[in-house]
């Protein structure tokens, strides 16, 4: 057994899969890879055919654990059986959440997302075809992140506001889509606008969906709806066919 299948056997049990799955459009396996000094637990998810040799990575929200099932496994099943290449990292491995969330502990996330896309730039994949998403918490991580010394190239980010923490003045100009839930009483729709208002004054160019009468916890039609614009603003960038 090499050192690579130990990891990855060895990531199947702390991420609670019992091992590498596949079915004929992806299949999905335990691994980690490292943050400044630190193993990341993720799980890493990939089509069985060509693909779009295009990679996304998820930052969860808070709280958020990384397992084989529920929504965020969901999505990222859809995302690879769209044909994309998917990180779910357990960012929190790079410094435990303590609730007040010191910038050194925000940097250290952001951190983990970066190294999550120099992870796939380093397999192959060209740093014009990765990009970040985010849900509440890790909406923040992933987007100001991506705008900050990352390399990814779009990013999503999903019920996250000011609320969450404030934002830094971007240093990157990417294409960012923002999605509020009409109804969230977690993160306020004002405060989402008010994020979408910076960054648009930063000359960020940022999209925008509501999905009508979600809160700030989606319902399984809610999160298709989520899967399908976000497929949309992807397809437009980072997974455009190659010619």
């Known amino acids: 057994m090499t050192a690579n299948r130990r990891e990855v ?9 019992g091992g590498a799955t596949q079915d004929p459009l992806l299949s999905y396996s ?3 890879f490292r943050s400044h000094g630190k193993d990341i637990r993720a799980i890493y998810y990939r ?16 709280g958020g654990r990384i397992r084989n099932d529920g929504p965020w496994h969901d999505l990222a099943t859809q ?7 998917v990180l779910t990292p357990l960012y929190t491995d790079a410094m435990a959440d303590d609730g007040i969330r010191p910038p050194r502990m ?9 190294h999550a896309i120099d992870w796939f730039i380093a397999r192959g994949i060209n740093r014009r075809r990765t990009a970040m998403f985010g849900y509440s918490l890790g909406s923040y991580v992933a987007v100001d992140g991506a705008l900050g010394n990352s ?8 019920a996250g506001g000011v609320d969450v923490y404030t ?11 923002m ?3 009409e109804n969230d009483t977690h993160v306020l729709p004002r405060n989402t606008d008010a994020w979408i208002n910076f960054l648009r004054d930063a000359e960020v160019p940022v999209r925008e969906h509501t999905v009508r009468g979600a809160d700030h916890i989606f319902r399984p039609n809610e999160w298709v709806e989520i899967f399908q614009v976000s497929a949309q603003f992807y397809g437009t960038n980072i997974g455009r066919e190659i010619r």
């Open 9 to 17: 056997l060895a990531g199947l049990a702390t991420c609670g899969a």
């Open 30 to 32: 335990g691994m980690s």
């Open 47 to 62: 089509p069985t055919g060509p693909g779009r040799r295009s990679a996304i990575v998820m930052m969860h929200g808070s």
């Open 79 to 85: 995302f690879a059986g769209d044909g994309y290449e």
């Open 106 to 114: 925000m940097e250290a996330w952001r951190d983990v997302g970066e």
């Open 151 to 158: 390399r990814a190239a779009a990013a999503i980010g999903l």
């Open 167 to 177: 934002p830094r003045p971007p240093r990157r100009r990417i294409p960012v889509l």
């Open 179 to 181: 999605i509020r839930a």
